[in-house]
């Protein structure tokens, strides 16, 4: 079992900068790929990024390549994603993800069946 609890989210005006964290744990050596995805009201829950646990490889949406980044901190069993230049389209709940099944190298994995483990979300405002 993986626990995960996001926190960080809150309100930022458009062009600003937000940082949200997720804290891993339980069977955390079992942590294979981390994920960030995001949802709106009546809408699917969308892929934002992904980063491979061990050798730290990212795979961003184009929606967010070059504005967020995605990190992991191994000490503190931490996966952030740092929101920069944000716009009112990032207003979401954003949700952290594990996955714990073999992944294989340079495969997206940006679905959320590909995906064992969820946190309860936090949510972002971006505000004009």
């Known amino acids: 079992q993986v626990q995960l609890v996001e926190s960080g989210g809150g309100l930022v005006q458009a062009g600003g900068s937000l940082r949200v964290s997720c804290a891993a744990s339980?069977?955390?050596?079992?942590?294979?790929?981390m994920g960030w995805f995001r949802q709106t009201p009546g809408k699917e829950r969308e892929f934002v990024a992904r980063?491979?646990?061990?050798?730290?490889?990212?795979y961003y949406a184009d929606s967010v390549k070059g504005r967020f980044t995605i990190s992991r901190d191994y000490a503190r069993n931490t996966v952030y994603l740092q929101m920069n230049s944000v716009k009112l389209e990032d207003t979401a709940v954003y949700y952290c993800?594990?996955?714990?099944?073999?992944?294989?190298?340079?495969?997206?994995?940006?679905?959320?069946?590909?995906?064992?483990?969820w946190g309860q979300g936090t949510q972002v405002t971006v505000s004009s």
């Open positions: 339980g069977r955390t050596f079992s942590r294979l790929i």
């Open positions: 993800a594990a996955r714990t099944r073999t992944y294989y190298r340079g495969e997206p994995y940006s679905r959320n069946e590909d995906y064992d483990y």
């Open positions: 980063i491979t646990w061990s050798l730290g490889g990212t």
